[in-house]
């Protein structure tokens, strides 16, 4: 979806339009913003150079300051550490970071990759705390893709359960949770 792999087959359509094999900075300019798996920092950049990446096809100073307030309100401990180049920070610390950078493109649709991979369970919950408050407070679409499917259907409204590629079923989340095949393959029991 973000461009970064050419699709092989089919077509991706976004908001009406068709993005499909588009270069990835077309894509996050017409709203889509991803923040990948392994949350890929700048590690040799600051905090702050990283979170101005982020909003690169931005030119609204006013705008962009707003954004860097909202992202420094939500995750306290990038402010704390905005002068720190990124690859000094903990998981959890580079994942609030690659959320960060990829809001500051003000996006229509986030898409978040795996963002417990790695991460200490402490900090994992604080994270998903942050992804519903963002969701919540801005009216964001989230597209999440997590492996932890316990904490995946908690915090979602709907679901898609994926097995080697394909949709194997669909449902809003709290069906999905009480739905007998998930719970014994996806849930522990």
């Known amino acids: 979806i973000s461009g970064i792999v050419p699709a092989k087959s089919g077509t991706i359509t976004f908001a009406g339009e068709e993005i499909t094999n588009l270069p990835p900075h077309r894509i996050v300019a017409r709203g889509l913003a991803q923040s990948p798996e392994g949350r890929m920092v700048f ?39 905005e002068r720190q180049t990124a690859g000094t920070l903990s998981g959890g610390e580079q994942q609030m970071l690659a959320i960060g950078r990829a809001l500051m493109s003000k996006p229509q649709c986030l898409m978040l990759d795996e963002p417990s991979l790695g991460i200490a369970p402490l900090l994992v919950k604080t994270i998903f705390e942050k992804i519903v408050e963002i969701n919540r407070e801005l009216g964001l679409t989230i597209l999440l893709v997590e492996q932890n499917a316990n904490l995946a259907l908690e915090v979602s409204h709907y679901g898609y359960v994926l097995e080697t590629g394909r949709i194997i079923l669909e449902d809003k989340s709290a069906a999905l949770r009480e739905n007998a095949e998930v719970r014994a393959a996806y849930l522990g029991g």
């Open 43 to 81: 590690s040799n950049l600051t905090v702050m150079e990283n979170l101005r990446m982020g909003a690169y096809l931005r030119n609204d100073k006013e705008g962009i300051a707003k954004d860097l307030a909202y992202i420094f309100g939500i995750f306290p401990r990038l402010q704390e550490r």
